[in-house]
């Protein structure tokens, strides 16, 4: 089987709009061909035919003369072909039998000339010939003139030039060259637009499949076109899949929603029962120990439920309502705030006004959770370095801490939900709920902005957080840190 291998960089409108206008240049190509041999051919039996019918004129004129001899003949001869000497597009030679020779006119050309010569008078039938003369080529036919007894008395010839037809083949492949041409760039530019507007409901559907997310899954193909046909009923099954997916993810977050606020209450009740028999004291060492061990795991589980509620929220709402804001100053209170989560030394970092478009407290809620997690893994005493910088068209904070860092093959795993680093401690204690990077990860992509983990070769972690510049300035609040 023939196969045709597309460019596979073309887009499918234009590979399918490439296959048609190769097959229409194709069919152009073979029926041109067709046309041409038929036309030459057409051209070739109508010289034939005019040389024909000049022989049989020639003989039939000479006819009476053949009766009675050969001196006859040549008088006969000269009568006709002095009438024919003002035609000027056919040539025509008489060889008698004794080997003189006659023309219409003038001297013919020397190819001719010798051709006739080397005829003999026996065994000459009528055919056709070709002769290449310095001027071109000549179809020629021969014919025998005889007596009644059948013997050979001349031999005529008659010879038409095949310039006028090559001429008018070659003006008819030229004709045919450019209606091939513009045939198949018509058809190209048509089966383009066809190709693109038949594929366009799979370009609306490729982009609708890239607006989809975990938090938006409302978004679905629009097709006019009928529904039984193979795009209809691939619109049809895209859109009946994200139904399925929209119905399945709202249900995981109304179960993670009923399921973490459930669980506040009972764990809320369980903590406080275990402060009450604390503060009754009458509790051994070991009591004491196993009731501080429950107490620590209740918070940490409350401290994860709470993280669940919160991440069901963020991807159950809508956009959130942003404006102008200035992120430096968000990153002072955040570190106001981060500073009772432990004795860590702060540095702080502020070239300047970092105007974004956000939401304050989404964003608060993101450096708390970046800060929150470099105090879980420095020891007390330990410095985490806060800066704010501009690298266009991007603001940036980098959040850095003097802790154990992370290990190469897991820093884009960090941001993975629940995920905990196997065998490596939180230098500052406490387990951590494995959410908070996840959340931060998706209160910066809700800001169409970017969160990266990565080592600088020292101990310690590196996450830089990048939202999109404003291009205009902000006034400035008062702030409550003092920048660098």
């Known amino acids: ?42 051209l070739s039996a109508e010289l034939e035919q005019a040389l024909l019918r000049e022989t049989e004129a020639y003989v039939a004129a000479v006819q009476s003369a053949t009766e009675r001899g050969a001196d006859d003949l040549r008088e006969a001869s000269r009568a006709y072909l002095g009438a024919r000497s003002n035609d000027a597009g056919a040539v025509l030679v008489l060889r008698m039998a004794d080997g003189e020779l006659l023309s219409a006119a003038g001297e013919p050309p020397a190819p001719i000339r010798r051709n006739l010569a080397n005829l003999g008078s026996a065994g000459t039938t009528r055919s056709f010939t070709e002769l290449q003369v310095e001027s071109g080529t000549y179809r020629v036919a021969t014919v025998p003139v005889t007596d009644p007894s059948g013997q050979v008395l001349a031999v005529f010839q008659a010879a038409l030039s095949t310039e006028p037809l090559e001429s008018t083949a070659a003006d008819l492949a030229r004709a045919l060259l450019i209606a091939g041409i513009a045939v198949s760039a018509g058809g190209g530019l048509i089966s383009r637009r066809i190709a693109a507007a038949s594929l366009r409901p799979l370009n609306a559907a490729a982009r609708t499949a890239g607006l989809v997310t975990h938090a938006s899954l409302s978004q679905r193909v629009e097709y006019e076109g009928p529904e039984e046909d193979d795009v209809g009923k691939l619109v049809d099954t895209l859109n009946r899949m994200l139904d399925r997916l929209e119905a399945a993810f709202a249900e995981q977050r109304r179960f993670i929603a009923d399921a973490s606020h459930e669980m506040r209450t009972p764990l809320t009740i369980a903590r406080g029962h275990l402060d009450v028999m604390r503060a009754e004291g009458g509790l051994n060492e070991d009591q004491e120990a196993t009731v501080d061990l429950v107490v620590d795991e209740l918070k940490r589980t409350s401290d994860l439920v709470s993280d669940l509620l919160r991440l069901a929220r963020l991807e159950a709402g809508g956009p959130p309502a942003l404006g102008p804001i200035d992120l430096g100053e968000v990153v002072e209170e955040a570190i106001v705030r981060g500073q009772g989560l432990g004795q860590r030394r702060f540095t702080f970092t502020h070239g300047g006004a970092l105007p974004v478009l956000g939401n304050r407290d989404l964003l608060l809620q993101a450096l708390l959770n970046l800060i929150s997690n470099a105090v879980g893994h420095t020891v007390e005493g330990g410095r985490i370095d806060v800066v704010c910088s501009e690298d266009r068209p991007w603001a940036e904070v980098t959040v850095k ?18 995920y ?19 959340i931060a990860r998706r209160l910066v992509e809700v800001h169409e902005g970017r969160l990266i983990a990565r080592n600088n070769g020292t101990p310690g972690a590196v996450f830089v957080m990048r939202i999109p510049l404003l291009k205009g300035p902000l006034e400035h609040s008062n702030s409550p840190l003092t920048a660098t």
């Open 1 to 42: 089987m023939f196969g045709i291998h597309l460019p596979r960089k073309l887009s499918a409108s234009a590979r399918v709009a490439w296959g048609i206008t190769a097959g229409i240049a194709l069919g152009v190509a073979l029926l041109s061909a067709v046309s041409y041999t038929i036309f030459s051919r057409q």
């Open 401 to 418: 801490d003097d802790g154990p860092g992370i290990r190469e093959g897991e820093l884009e795993r960090v941001f993975d939900r629940f």
């Open 420 to 438: 905990r680093s196997p065998g490596q401690d939180r230098p500052g204690g406490g387990g951590g709920s494995g959410l908070g990077l996840a």
